[in-house]
């Protein structure tokens, strides 16, 4: 593993710093019941997006329970992600505990208690001194004289058995074989004991990974992008899913205006009257089926001031006004001209030099004698695929040229038969 340098430490520690006085002053006014941070939980955000009541300073921050409560499945998600992050895992601790007992009671049964605890206190002297005399340095030989001792007679190793108890770990290796029972004994602790450490590791990652995602969550004013969905065209969604990326867009609108997020439902009130009433038709929507996300609604207007703005500040602009007369737009600065389409007329081998006629004479014929049946489609293709046509419009012409050739090629070698 390469070692960090001492720039990368100072800047990884003073980026912790800020993390942690961020979160502190978050904390100080967040909900309690439903902190933040679990709401930027991977398996939350994948289920229900970014919570857009994360904002401490809106008065909004206490509709979580009821933005949870509108999600597909009433927010089981959520709890399951919180009760999984905050477990403290008791039926695997009560495991360990039941499984140290069993190693206590194994070495009770075969080591008298006064030889036990002279060992705990020689092995726990020996992690706590610092003093490497010859004293302390005999002392220690004759417990590990001791340990073989009770190895050989035993068959325990006393220094597991002292990490099991204490967690204290000492550099001995038994001189007689352990016996079975007590090294079963001891690997099943260990396995134990190496799960609940790793279930912990995992739960801390997961919780640092929420409130990192929270703190730049702050960082950049909580300003949450929408989260897609329903790849699909606007006309095929139903009005369910109309209105679920309806309310998306709107919470992202007020959010990028730093509007409070109390007048998302009266906005989402509005835009859902006005397409019922066709004053926002489809066409005014910019959906975006790749992105799953509604990119602007242009036609809604909100009021001038942003500071007096409520859920009733939305209009939608009016639309240029058209003469009955005429029909047409009267602010319309230029017209639509529907282009003509071109008909291609037949063409005769006049109109081409002599040489291009010669060369699709001779690529018919190449096509009549390669070819026992002759297919005219065939023919044709290949025909146009060796030949270099100048113009793309010309090209139904040569088609036409290539056809008359075609048949007056085959009814001559039929007359000369």
């Not at 099943?188 to 450490?197: A, E, G, M, W």
């Not at 730093?258 to 009433?277: K, R, W, Y």
């Not at 419009?393 to 001559?412: G, H």
């Amino acid at each position: 593993m390469t070692a960090l340098s001492d720039s990368v430490k100072l800047d990884l520690k003073r980026q912790l710093e800020i993390q942690s006085q961020c979160l502190e002053e978050y904390a100080l006014n967040d909900v309690p019941e439903y902190p933040g941070w679990t709401f930027m939980l991977s398996d939350v955000t994948q289920a229900y997006g970014t919570c857009p009541f994360l904002n401490i300073c809106d008065d909004a921050r206490n509709q979580r329970v009821a933005w949870l409560e509108s999600q597909v499945d009433q927010g089981a998600t959520y709890h399951a992600a919180v009760r999984a992050v905050l477990d403290d895992f008791q039926e695997l601790q009560q495991c360990i505990s039941e499984q140290r007992n069993a190693i206590v009671a194994y070495v009770a049964a075969h080591i008298p208690a006064e030889t036990v605890d002279r060992i705990c206190q020689a092995i726990h002297a020996k992690k706590v001194s610092k003093c490497q005399s010859k004293h302390s340095r005999d002392q220690w030989n004759r417990t590990v004289e001791e340990l073989d001792a009770l190895a050989t007679d035993t068959g325990i190793d006393m220094a597991r058995y002292v990490q099991v108890v204490t967690g204290y770990t000492v550099r001995y290796k038994p001189a007689a074989a352990e016996s079975e029972a007590f090294v079963n004994l001891y690997v099943q602790f260990q396995k134990l004991n190496t799960l609940l450490h790793s279930k912990t590791v995992q739960q801390a990652a997961v919780k640092d990974v929420a409130k990192s995602a929270l703190v730049t969550l702050i960082q950049h004013n909580f300003m949450i992008q929408q989260t897609g969905r329903y790849y699909k065209k606007w006309s095929s969604l139903t009005s369910e899913k109309k209105m679920d990326r309806v309310r998306s867009y709107c919470s992202w609108f007020v959010r990028s205006k730093c509007l409070p997020m109390h007048i998302v439902d009266g906005m989402v009130e509005f835009v859902s009257t006005q397409m019922a009433n066709k004053s926002i038709r489809s066409s005014d929507i910019q959906w975006s089926s790749k992105l799953g996300i509604i990119e602007d609604i242009p036609t809604i207007e909100l009021a001038d001031d942003p500071a007096s703005v409520t859920s009733t500040s939305f209009t939608v602009k009016s639309r240029p006004k058209v003469d009955p007369d005429t029909s047409v737009s009267s602010t319309a600065i230029a017209k639509r001209v529907r282009k003509r389409k071109q008909v291609a007329t037949a063409a005769t081998a006049e109109d081409y030099t002599s040489d291009f006629v010669a060369q699709i004479n001779r690529l018919i014929l190449f096509e009549i004698v390669s070819h026992p049946v002759v297919r005219k489609s065939a023919v044709l293709d290949n025909v146009l695929q060796n030949i270099r046509i100048e113009d793309p419009n010309q090209v139904p012409a040569v088609k036409d040229l290539i056809q008359t050739k075609l048949v007056e090629m085959v009814k001559r070698l039929s007359e000369e038969k």
